[in-house]
């Protein structure tokens, strides 16, 4: 039986065809802002971390009602006093209990990932979605880590959100950018998303990808290569100067290029008394971008007019398969 999946154009990422017309007129290059939302509540989870590290804080702020990682509105706040937009990222974890199987219970490392877990329909959640869809930022699905295997759950994670937003959404980032090429991005097409912005590393900043967004399928569903995701730069809690410098040396080389470049701050991150000097940083790259003609926005704005989900390719997969999973959070 023929699958419906649209045919990878190329045997490697090197090789596949570009949008060298994704910039905004009169821009230099272009900046696209994203925030993975993993875990908004410090809450339980960090019980765990509490057994390494600062125990006496990490105890008092998981039990108190204090929410350190709530960070929406300051991030809201921050970007509107910078005149930009972003995406913001939301994950539909499965229930440990409920969706896996059971031999999957015991293991330590899905209990931490299982007891940080929210829920997108939760009143508090579903406010701060529609605030941010109203105020203008873009809403899309953070794939849950089983979910870039597994195409019918993230068909479900994606209408789940679509739920609660009123409306579609356009793309979206995996967790822990874990990728299966082609299979996650057929997925991505199939289910009706435009772009991911998941092809990158959690430990390396650059343009590893190229300078433009690609075309996998050679149509319009686009991947937003991740040129630097926050924890891999150096930590601006002990050198600022040289986060800010790797910053700014991506910047030139974007502005050269003419490139799509694309930038991932945790929410939490901009807790500046667990996080310090990242929200700075954030800023510092926003205002040196504009300084530098950037346009700045999330990478829905770069997207062509969503294709109906009916007119999409059907061409059968080629053989070409390789994985890529990055140790993130
Ligand atoms: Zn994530």
């Known amino acids: 039986m023929t699958a419906k999946r649209p045919a990878l154009a190329a045997e490697s990422i090197e090789g596949l065809p570009r949008e060298q017309d994704a910039l905004p007129d009169d821009s230099t290059f272009a900046l696209c802002l994203t925030h993975d939302v993993d875990r908004p509540y410090k809450g339980i989870r960090s019980l765990y971390y509490a057994t390494r590290e600062r125990p006496a804080y990490h105890l008092r702020t998981a039990l108190s009602t204090a929410n350190p990682y709530w960070q929406f509105e300051e991030i809201m706040a921050l970007e509107d006093e910078l005149g930009v937009r972003s995406a913001f990222y939301f994950l539909n974890e499965q229930?440990?209990?409920?969706?896996?199987?059971?031999?999957?219970?015991?293991?330590?490392?899905?209990?931490?990932?299982?007891?940080?877990?929210?829920?997108?329909?939760?009143?508090?959640?579903?406010?701060?979605?529609?605030?941010?869809?109203?105020?203008?930022?873009?809403?899309?699905?953070?794939?849950?880590?089983?979910?870039?295997?597994?195409?019918?759950?993230?068909?479900?994670?994606?209408?789940?959100?679509?739920?609660?937003?009123?409306?579609?959404?356009?793309?979206?980032?995996?967790?822990?950018?874990?990728?299966?090429?082609?299979?996650?991005?057929?997925?991505?097409?199939?289910?009706?998303?435009?772009?991911?912005?998941?092809?990158?590393?959690?430990?390396?900043?650059?343009?590893?990808?190229?300078?433009?967004?690609?075309?996998?399928?050679?149509?319009?569903?686009l991947v937003f290569p991740l040129t630097i995701m926050e924890q891999a730069l150096p930590d601006p809690a002990s050198a600022f100067v040289a986060a800010r410098e790797t910053c700014e040396r991506l910047l030139l080389e974007a502005a050269d290029n003419g490139a799509v470049m694309t930038v991932l701050w945790h929410p939490r991150y901009f807790n500046e008394r667990e996080f310090p000097g990242y929200r700075d940083l954030y800023q510092w790259l926003v205002e040196r971008a504009s300084e530098l003609g950037a346009w700045i926005g999330p990478p829905r704005a770069l997207c062509a007019d969503r294709p109906a989900q009916a007119s999409r390719a059907d061409a059968t997969a080629n053989e070409v398969h390789f994985t890529y999973e990055r140790a993130n959070p």
Not at 122 to 130: G, H, N, Y
Request: a negative charge.
């Open 95 to 221: 229930h440990l209990l409920a969706d896996r199987p059971i031999r999957e219970w015991f293991a330590p490392a899905n209990w931490v990932q299982h007891l940080g877990r929210y829920d997108v329909t939760a009143p508090d959640l579903v406010d701060v979605i529609r605030d941010l869809d109203d105020g203008g930022w873009e809403v899309g699905l953070h794939g849950s880590y089983h979910s870039a295997n597994d195409p019918e759950r993230l068909r479900e994670e994606k209408t789940v959100l679509e739920n609660v937003l009123g409306d579609s959404v356009t793309g979206g980032r995996q967790h822990y950018l874990k990728l299966s090429v082609p299979e996650t991005w057929q997925y991505h097409h199939t289910i009706g998303l435009a772009y991911d912005a998941t092809l990158g590393s959690s430990t390396e900043c650059g343009f590893h990808a190229g300078y433009h967004p690609l075309r996998p399928f050679d149509d319009d569903f």
